[in-house]
């Protein structure tokens, strides 16, 4: 019996063999097919991403065999009947015929839609996980680099497919797009013109974001997904600190077959997801809009979230503009388009683009890490991160304000006003707030690993103390606790003469100098009792006696 | 002592006089009344009875606001050349009288004294002291009579600006907004356009002729009883909700899924 267990079936050794033999699977299945992936939720949340694309990837394809992407005007024939006998394009008249004539057309462009909006949040929630664990340190900047470049191009794409259906909603996008390109000094008007073949919106603008939508930008995430993944397999993917896990192996279940199966349900969670939200979520709905035209705009126009943060800063920018020489036959600079458009979204990317550098720099930290930070353990990291989500969050927020104002009956204008403020004051605050909370929890894993677990046994000592039994925390929680690493620091002190260190010596040198001396170091140790210093073993912390507070941590 | 003398100082007399002076005084005072109400019924349901009504009800419910002539106040406009036709969009969607002064009044239930008929009446008052619109009739602001197609591209292109694509309302400046156009009836959708109640522009019957004041009165009707094909219609305002959606129902979701797919560890055995 058990060598009928052993022994391989030959429908499958007859053909394994042959493929085996002509390009040696066998060799590259062994050695990847046992592959350890370490364990942690947050790790699957950039699958989200992926599985997202691979549906957009098979809805966009059905939607293509139905979508005419022509500006020609059509009077429209088709079964919604508010909109019978409207002059629309071709583009707007087919989408509709999707929603409306194509069987099962609309929950495939519901689902479409959907699994867009999902594939940028999960982008997004990936990204900061990667971001506050500190796993985007070497050997893995340039996949943090690939990750920054696929989210711009993921932003482009939403943006082009947002316009494809030449709805009335699209085109109040489409024009703020215009407004932006020609907004820039000098070429604004030659790259408008060349983008749109002429004057806006010309005939030529949808069939152009058609071929860029479905053709160019999904090559390219392909291509970069791709590098991502593979880069991912061969640098072997961050943990967690935990037991038994160093910088040197990684502890975890094997690709085949457990992090396989986990991989395969987590598709058909995503999967059900976008299809349970398109089913009894309406999405996107066209024909409402009613079709473009130039001369219209609708109340409540809003881009998909990922363009929000966007739309906020247009909304919030004070109307400046320079007109040259005091004319505007001269030019003009408009900085209240600009200055929005370009100034958050810079911020945003080439901030997260730079900092696996600049806190290399500030740190002075060449070495490998493949253990993740917990973000608690890197304060100002993490306070950093908090008040970019701030930012982002105060701009995307204001981006509705229209909405807000409309449903919770709020001034506009006072939305507006206490925006201007907000975008600056709550991110500072979020830096204090965040800082303090980090040490906060900081301190309290050092009174478990120096004090222990309450066990909620209260003794009573001979001379009449009241004391509570601490326990030693579990290994596994310990081992994760002390996976903390301080923060490395430039070595920043002055010599005997008072001379600092090469390379801190200019006004450069010196910020760079302070930077590390705040940003490294370790902030609240692990082992010292935290700060307290009193070598209690097991039993300590008297109650009521009023000098050891460290019950209240 | 005569015996009327006796009366006199009898001392329930001052009782009896008091009681036959109020007694006469009420008989003369709604002999007066009697006097100064037409007796007429052919004239109690005409016109000129109307406008007389409203000028009491006005007197009574707006004046305090609008003036005892209608000529306006520090808190209220002038209402001389108006017309019925705002008087009946203002009364009948509750937003007059006005509960207090803000931005903007609000559509509420109609107050307990208000009727069809006192709105005629107060109407008619208004009507009478400078022109303006009149109410429409029936057959004027009939859905079934219109051209949705056409109503609706002037939808577009007059009133969604504030009013959002499907009528869901929307936010103007210092605290006024376009309302929400589900409860408006045809009659007020088209009061609303000729009169320019609150913030909103005049859409006179030369700028939109009455027949497509009709189409876009069925333009809206049509879309609003509409059911939303795709599923639930997130309040139909577009992208914000949508992306909330995404992020509280979708991202939560998945993230859970994670949560629950990893929790599962492999029993060691």
């Known amino acids: 019996m058990s060598s009928d267990l052993t022994s391989v079936p030959k429908g499958i050794a007859g053909p394994s063999n042959f493929l085996d033999e002509r390009i040696g699977g066998a060799n590259f299945l062994k050695r990847n097919l046992r592959k350890i992936f370490p364990d942690h939720w947050s790790f699957l949340l950039g699958e989200i991403a992926l599985y997202a694309f691979i549906l957009l990837l098979l809805t966009g394809t059905f939607l293509t065999f139905w979508f005419k992407p022509s500006m020609g005007e059509i009077a429209y024939n088709g079964s919604y009947a508010p909109l019978k006998g409207v002059m629309m394009s071709e583009a707007y008249a087919s989408s509709l015929e999707i929603s409306f004539d194509v069987r099962g057309g609309l929950l495939v462009r519901q689902m479409h839609h959907w699994a867009a909006l999902l594939f940028v949040a999960g982008m997004m929630v990936h990204m900061l996980r990667v971001f506050f664990t500190g796993a985007y340190r070497k050997p893995r900047e340039l996949n943090w680099l690939i990750g920054v470049l696929l989210l711009t191009l993921a932003l482009v794409e939403g943006l082009t497919g947002y316009s494809l259906p030449d709805d009335l909603l699209s085109g109040a996008g489409l024009r703020i797009t215009e407004g932006v390109a020609i907004s820039l000094p000098l070429v604004g008007t030659y790259i408008t013109f060349f983008l749109f073949g002429g004057e806006y919106p010309g005939e030529d603008i949808i069939s152009r974001f058609y071929s860029l939508h479905i053709l160019l930008i999904p090559g390219l995430i392909l291509a ?4 991502h993944l593979v880069l991912m397999w061969v640098q072997k993917h961050t943990q967690m600190p935990g037991k038994g896990r160093t910088n040197k192996n990684v502890v975890g279940a094997p690709f085949y077959p457990a992090f396989m199966a986990k991989a395969g349900a987590y598709t058909l969670f995503t999967f059900a997801v976008v299809a349970g939200l398109a089913t009894f979520t309406q999405i996107n709905p066209i024909w409402l809009f009613g079709p473009y035209t130039p001369a219209d705009i609708s109340a409540g126009s809003q881009p998909d979230w990922y363009m929000g943060f966007l739309e906020g800063s247009l909304r919030l920018m004070p109307s400046w503009e320079i007109n040259l020489f005091g004319t505007s036959h001269a030019g003009t600079l408009p900085l209240s388009v600009i200055i929005p458009a370009l100034v958050p979204l810079g911020l945003v990317m080439t901030g997260l683009a730079l900092y696996p550098f600049l806190e290399r720099w500030i740190t002075g930290d060449h070495r490998e890490h493949h253990v993740a930070d917990r973000p608690r353990n890197n304060p100002h990291r993490t306070s950093i991160g908090m008040s970019a989500i701030v930012f982002y969050g105060v701009l995307w927020l204001l981006g509705a304000n229209d909405e807000l104002s409309a449903n919770f009956q709020i001034s506009l204008n006072w939305t507006t006003y206490a925006g201007r403020v907000l975008v600056f004051v709550l ?10 909370v980090c040490l906060g929890l900081q301190r309290s894993d050092s009174a478990v690993v120096s004090h222990g677990v309450e066990s909620g046994v209260i003794k009573r000592l001979p001379h009449g103390e009241f004391i509570e039994i601490h326990t030693p925390p579990a290994d596994d929680i310990e081992a994760h606790v002390r996976g903390k ?49 009193h070598g209690h073993e097991d039993e300590h912390a008297a109650i009521g006696s009023g000098e050891d507070r460290s019950l209240t941590h | 002592m005569t015996r009327i003398t006796a009366w006199r100082r009898h001392p329930l007399a001052r009782y009896a006089v008091l009681i036959l002076a109020l007694a006469l005084v009420g008989m003369v005072y709604t002999a007066f009344v009697q006097a100064s109400r037409p007796a007429d019924a052919a004239l109690a349901s005409g016109k000129l009875d109307d406008v007389a009504a409203g000028k009491s009800l006005f007197e009574v419910h707006c004046a305090s606001c609008h ?85 609706g591209e002037l939808f577009r292109a007059n009133c969604i600006q504030c009013h959002n694509w499907a009528g869901a309302g929307g936010a103007l400046t210092q605290g006024k907004y376009a309302p929400n156009l589900n409860q408006a009836t045809p009659t007020q959708i088209y009061e609303a356009m000729a009169t320019g109640p609150q913030a909103m522009p005049v859409f006179n019957d030369t700028t939109i002729t009455p027949e497509e004041k009709r189409s876009m009165i069925a333009y809206i009707t049509q879309v609003r009883e509409q059911k939303d094909p795709g599923g639930f219609g997130l309040g139909r305002i577009g992208p914000v909700t949508e992306g909330l959606v995404g992020w509280i129902v979708g991202i939560t979701a998945l993230v859970l899924a994670s949560i629950w797919i990893t929790a599962k560890k492999r029993q060691k055995s």
Do not use: C
């Open chain 1, 485 to 533: 690493e301080a923060v490395p620091m430039l070595p920043v002190e002055a010599d005997g003469a008072g001379i600092p260190p090469k390379g801190m010596r200019g006004p450069l040198g010196k910020l760079r100098a302070r930077m590390s001396r705040a940003y490294g170091g370790e902030k609240i140790a692990l082992d010292e009792g935290h700060g307290h210093g």
């Open chain 2, 67 to 151: 003036g005892m002539n209608a000529q306006g106040t520090s808190t209220g406009p002038t209402l001389i050349g108006v017309g019925a036709a705002a008087v009946d969009f203002q009364m009948s969607t509750g937003r007059m009288p006005a509960s207090n002064p803000g931005a903007q009044a609000p559509r509420k239930p109609m107050a307990g004294w208000v009727t069809p008929d006192k709105i005629r009446q107060i109407g008619a008052f208004v009507q009478s002291l400078g022109g303006g619109p009149q109410v429409p009739g029936k057959e004027q602001v009939d859905p079934a009579l219109g051209d949705a197609g056409k109503g």
């Open chain 1, 224 to 227: 970069l997904v791709s590098a």
């Open chain 1, 427 to 436: 991110p500072a605050l979020a830096y204090i707030i965040t800082y303090r």
